[in-house]
């Protein structure tokens, strides 16, 4: 049985078992109407007997899956004949590749007949290899069908033999729920792991080929050269600081939009705003906040950057037709929302004794803002512009479609730049084998960006933390 | 309160010792029609910057529907089709099944150019010269033959008849009918002689422009008068159904542990810190994770809806746990308490009565998190969602694309009837959004009321 249908039945015999868990449990009490002498109700035995079939076997079917093409490649190897094996290891790739096209290409009795009926020796032996191939994969999928229909089955069995009178179906069900309700929490542990995980090995990979003061130092960035195989890692040509430059200028252009428009947006909105204005002009930015990057990006490409370059042309300066400004500004527009809600809560958190005090002395409205709320939410305006720094250095789509290729270093908003983000889609869209220092490259970009991103966060959050206890 | 009249009497006189004691007063007083002036300009400044923020949203939308409304209707052009059987390679004198069967495989191309031949005669009655021969039959659709082909076999009886049919134009004729009227004049990609076609075409009224039903019924196509969105929105619909099966119990059960739960320990502390750092990890991490681990390790199939429901899962989680948590911690603790007085487990409390209580706060959380999912791209590009697929995808395992991707590639096209669809595609899925975040305020504000 194939997963999808194996599935489909053990869902059926997790059902079929609350089912029957009931009725056991009714059977131990020794009839319906005896039931009260259970000290469970009949449901509890079911949802027991039901979690109990469902989920060694879930697990064990997620397990197979996951392990079954790396041990059928491992034993589908080991049944090559020695020349084969010699071969170099993208060689080998090919061929492997070449043997589970036929596999899953042809029927088995195409592939028995093809053996006998080609003339070539070395067709002869391909058509051997899938046939082999195709009987291992279907070994693997009788062995999964059995295992898992085995497991559900003998673990309801031995379950059903312990049910008495006084056995504890709900506590034995509540303390398997509280491991899954765990298990959920866990998760994210889990994802964090395997951010950090995928992306650290693959980059200690890649800076075996490129050493990382190379890497992190270097100031030329042309990873397309790599692709010679006579160039050995490509070096000298993975040097990332023109794309940290390129993100960090980008990333200043926004900001500079953002942070002034923001704050001013919060303070009139907290401070000036009347209840009718506040109530329509917050959703109204959510809209900023809540439309797709792919949009903005869209609108930074075909409507911004052409303005800015009509406008820069007529002024008579040369306008990349993806220049940095484009995309910074548009970045801007996106995270406008973000600094306005997160300075808005930063200054409402300071307590209006502050604020009265300083109106009661005669101070103006702006000098209080000015001279007393600002200072006062400092900290939480600063972890504010923190996060939305984070925010646009991890910023994929605008600066994918709106900013260059072009790894040039320069400070020039109007010249094209281009940034980490851009590099990595750049690297991994399309078809490349996975070993290339090209591919690899992308994960030690990806490694910069998490760090980056992470440091940021935790200094924000520290930030806004050590200014809530001032006030607390 | 001293009056300023007196004031500058005062300082005439310059007696040192009475001017310094008046001079606060007097400063307070001179000053505040400049500070007062200073406050209606920061005041003024402030409201700027709010209806900069307004302006942006109106360019914004505006642009982008402007950009947009070409995209829904779309020209089509009457021609007389001959559908002689010689032309077609059809033998006429078969039987009915026979027919079928030639007519599914018969050669429309070259019985559409002829019959085009026929429509167009030069003014000295000579055939067309070659180039003139491929310019006129650039102007229909790629598409049109098939059209041809359709009418002729649900209405077999056109054989060896002259039909009048209705065709898609080229989209390059149809950007240029919709910048303006057909005048004659050559366009950015039509030749004065195509455009002279074009305006006889139009006077003889046998151009119509209709709504553009197929940019919601068909799939993407390197033509941009047949490329559509179905398949893209399809996508994204079992893209989304994976995220929202495995985020919505993951997610929530995550929520109910760390409130109702998890003791106060370091290991729960560390579960919080993750939970927050991974809401702001860029969208891309989560690719490279997809790509590197889901793909590259488990194998899964590249493209597939199904790893990009995992990978949108594991992005979207952090968010719905966040809000869940806020859901479940505005549930009274007096309810907990009289269940527990009653003698429900703490289990039976937290699934009973916690939860009931808090499933539409709950639920507007999840409905954000799949917004904020349903808009996501820079992760899809990762894990190989991005390729050209023409095919509607019928199972999560499928190679498919989502509505943002698809967007992303049209943007990137060359062709110019791109942006039109580009921005057509935007505006799905603006309303798309629109649509979920209402449903998100609509259950909120019923939730409040109770």
């Not at chain 1, 903005?296 to 040369?318: D, H, Q």
């Not at chain 1, 600063?382 to 290729?405: D, P, Q």
């Amino acid at each position: 049985m194939n997963s999808p249908l194996l599935f489909t039945v053990l869902l059926c015999l997790t059902l079929f078992s609350y089912w029957y868990g009931m009725k056991r449990s009714l059977k131990v009490a020794g009839g319906n109407e005896h039931k009260k002498n259970l000290t469970c109700l009949p449901q509890q035995f079911g949802l027991l007997t039901a979690m109990v079939c469902g989920l060694p076997a879930l697990m064990t079917l997620l397990i197979f899956n996951s392990a079954e093409q790396l041990v059928i490649e491992q034993l589908f190897t080991t049944t090559l004949s020695a020349n084969i094996q010699s071969l170099s290891s993208i060689d080998l790739g090919l061929y492997l590749n070449n043997i589970h096209s036929l596999a899953s290409s042809e029927a088995s009795k195409t592939l028995l007949t093809n053996i006998n009926s080609s003339n070539e020796l070395a067709m002869q032996e391909q058509y051997k290899a899938a046939s082999t191939l195709q009987a291992l994969k279907q070994q693997a999928r009788w062995l999964k069908t059995a295992l898992v229909l085995v497991i559900a089955c003998v673990s309801v069995i031995v379950l059903i033999k312990k049910f008495s009178l006084t056995f504890p179906a709900r506590q034995k069900s509540e303390t398997i729920i509280r491991g899954l309700l765990v298990a959920s929490s866990a998760i994210a542990i889990l994802t964090t792991l395997g951010i950090i995980l995928s992306v650290l090995f693959e980059s200690i990979h890649f800076f075996k080929s490129v050493p990382i003061s190379d890497f992190m130092f270097g100031t030329q960035w042309s990873p397309q050269a790599a692709m010679r195989t006579d160039q050995v890692g490509g070096s000298g040509s993975f040097g990332a600081i023109p794309l940290f430059a390129g993100t960090l200028l980008i990333t200043f252009i926004a900001m500079l939009l953002a942070v002034p428009i923001g704050l001013m947006i919060a303070i009139y909105l907290s401070q000036y705003a009347s209840a009718k204005l506040r109530a329509f002009a917050k959703p109204m930015l959510e809209v900023l906040a809540g439309i797709p990057t792919v949009v903005y990006g869209f609108f930074a490409a075909l409507t911004v950057a052409p303005v800015i370059r009509n406008v820069g042309e007529s002024l008579g300066l040369s306008v990349a037709s993806e220049s940095a400004l484009a995309a910074g500004l548009v970045m801007g527009t996106m995270i406008i929302p973000f600094v306005s809600s997160l300075s808005e809560d930063a200054i409402s958190a300071v307590p209006n004794a502050l604020k009265e005090a300083s109106l009661g002395m005669g101070a103006t409205q702006s000098e209080t803002v000015i001279k007393v709320l600002l200072p006062a939410a400092l900290p939480g305006i600063v972890g504010a512009i923190l996060l939305a720094v984070s925010r646009a250095i991890g910023e994929t789509m605008i600066v994918v479609m709106a900013a260059g290729m072009a790894a040039n270093l320069t400070a020039n908003p109007l010249d094209s730049v281009t940034t980490v983000t851009v590099q990595i889609v750049t690297l991994l869209t399309g078809d490349q084998e996975f070993d290339s220092p090209k591919t690899l490259a992308a994960f030690a970009l990806g490694l910069m960006l998490f760090i980056t991103t992470l440091g940021l966060n935790v200094l924000a959050l520290k930030v806004v933390r050590k200014y809530r206890e001032q006030y607390d | 309160m001293i009056n300023l009249k007196d004031n500058s009497k005062i300082n005439k006189m310059s007696s040192t010792a009475r001017t310094t004691t008046l001079s606060t007063t007097e400063k307070v007083t001179l000053s505040l029609k400049k500070r007062h002036q200073k406050e209606r300009r920061f005041k003024n400044v402030g409201l700027f910057a709010v209806l900069f923020g307004f302006m942006l949203v109106v360019v914004l939308i505006s642009d982008i529907t402007a950009k947009a409304l070409p995209a829904f209707h779309q020209h089509w052009v009457k021609i007389d089709m001959d559908y002689k059987a010689n032309w077609l390679n059809i033998d006429g004198s078969s039987k009915q099944s026979i027919l079928a069967k030639q007519m599914k495989k018969a050669n429309y191309r070259s019985a559409l150019k002829k019959s085009l031949y026929l429509m167009f005669p030069t003014p000295s009655g000579k055939s067309l010269s070659r180039k003139d021969k491929r310019q006129l039959f650039k102007l229909f659709s790629s598409n049109a033959e098939f059209t041809l082909k359709d009418t002729l076999i649900t209405t077999p009886e056109h054989l060896n008849k002259q039909i009048s049919v209705w065709v898609r134009l080229d989209d390059d004729v149809d950007s240029y009918l919709k910048e303006g009227f057909a005048s004659g004049e050559a366009g950015l990609r039509l030749s004065k002689q195509q455009a002279q076609w074009i305006k006889q075409l139009a006077s003889a009224q046998r151009i119509e422009s209709r709504f553009n039903f197929s940019f919601f019924t068909a799939s993407d196509s390197r033509e941009p008068e047949l490329a559509g969105i179905r398949g893209a929105l399809t996508g994204t619909l079992l893209t989304l159904f994976v995220t929202l099966l495995l985020s919505f119990p993951l997610g929530v059960a995550g929520a109910l542990y760390l409130e109702e739960f998890a003791p106060k320990n370091r290991w729960t502390d560390f579960i919080e810190i993750n939970i927050n750092n991974l809401a702001a990890v860029p969208s891309i991490v989560f690719g490279l994770l997809g790509l590197a681990i889901i793909i590259n390790i488990f194998g899964l199939p590249r493209s597939a809806p199904l790893v990009g429901g995992i990978v949108l899962t594991l992005m979207t989680l952090p968010t719905i746990i966040i809000s869940s948590r806020a859901a479940i911690k505005a549930v009274p603790p007096s309810i907990r308490e009289a269940a527990l007085g009653l003698g429900a487990s703490k289990m039976q409390v937290t699934f009973s009565h916690v939860l009931p209580q808090a499933t539409p706060g709950i639920i507007t959380g999840a409905i954000i998190g799949i917004a904020q999912a349903l808009g996501e791209t820079a992760p899809l590009l990762m894990i190989g969602m991005v390729a050209f697929i023409v095919d509607v995808p019928t199972s999560i395992v499928d190679s498919a694309t989502v509505l943002p991707v698809q967007i992303f590639l049209w943007a990137d096209s060359p062709e110019r009837a791109f942006l039109a669809k580009t921005s057509a595609a935007i505006l799905v899925l603006l309303t798309l959004l629109l649509v979920i975040n209402l449903t998100a305020t609509v259950l909120r504000s019923k939730f409040e009321k109770k």
